[in-house]
């Protein structure tokens, strides 16, 4: 199984790193292309990959095909794959809002599948909504699942509305988190902690709050009550983030990238 990654961006790179590092492939059998000469010069001191700068070179002997490259490149790409391909490939795209009917219309290809990865997949926690056009088979897809799982783990959902759906949930969702921390941050400077002190205070409350909720089957409402007592302080935060309406305005940000994610691909 030849795999060929093309664009080596922060997600096709992490990609290659997943995949490079599972027994699934040989380091002579991963290949990536990119047309950024510092990339090329860069990557091709790693002995984990085979490096190219021409299409012709390495896309045409691929069996799956990661594209990597923001969805505003896709069209001037496409031109140049077209060529270059054959039926019995697949393509896995990583680009937001690209319907899989686009690409099989501007590639003509049968074999596609659809991906929403999220940026945690650099340090092998992301998690990856995938789904497929009729013509790729189950042994097929079980093969593509097993490259999204080298960076993490993955869910295999049945329409490409799922796709969008989960651009406002794990796609973007890693950056709503980063907002809170980052807001939590700040509360704990302006109330005299240091800059390390409060680091340590949010970085272990959040990863102490996601073990005890992944070591127990407990919901986070169950949890919340669990804490926060009548007429306490944690009550006291969370009436004002009521009062707020905290909850509905995440829902609305959620909403609004999910309904983002749709425009992209009428777009």
């Not at 407990?218 to 935060?237: E, F, H, L, M, R």
């Amino acid at each position: 199984m030849k795999v060929l990654v093309i664009g080596a961006g922060n997600m096709g790179l992490t990609y290659s790193e997943g995949m490079a590092a599972s027994p699934l492939l040989s380091k002579h059998k991963l290949r990536i292309f990119d047309t950024d000469p510092k990339k090329i010069e860069s990557l091709s001191k790693d002995l984990r990959f085979n490096v190219y700068d021409n299409l012709e070179d390495c896309l045409p002997q691929a069996d799956i095909v990661f594209i990597a490259v923001k969805p505003y490149h896709s069209d001037g790409l496409f031109n140049k794959m077209k060529s270059l391909i054959n039926d019995s490939q697949i393509f896995v795209s990583l680009m937001a809002g690209v319907t899989i009917e686009s690409i099989q219309d501007k590639l003509q290809v049968k074999k596609v599948v659809r991906t929403m990865p999220n940026l945690p997949a650099q340090v092998g926690k992301g998690v990856t909504s995938y789904t497929e056009s009729n013509a790729v088979s189950k042994v097929e897809l079980i093969m593509v699942r097993n490259l999204l799982d080298t960076t993490g783990t993955s869910i295999h959902v049945k329409t490409e509305n799922f796709i969008d759906a989960s651009t406002g949930i794990s796609g973007s969702g890693p950056a709503y988190v980063f907002y809170f921390m980052q807001s939590m941050l700040e509360a704990a400077q302006k109330m005299g902690f240091s800059d390390y002190d409060s680091k340590v205070l949010v970085t272990s409350t959040f990863e102490g709050a996601i073990e005890l909720f992944n070591q127990n089957n407990i919901s986070p409402k169950s949890w919340i009550d669990k804490v926060a007592s009548k007429g306490g302080t944690t009550q006291a935060a969370i009436d004002s983030m009521d009062d707020n309406n905290v909850k509905q305005l995440i829902q609305d940000a959620a909403y609004a990238a999910f309904d983002r994610a749709i425009e992209l691909g009428k777009e």
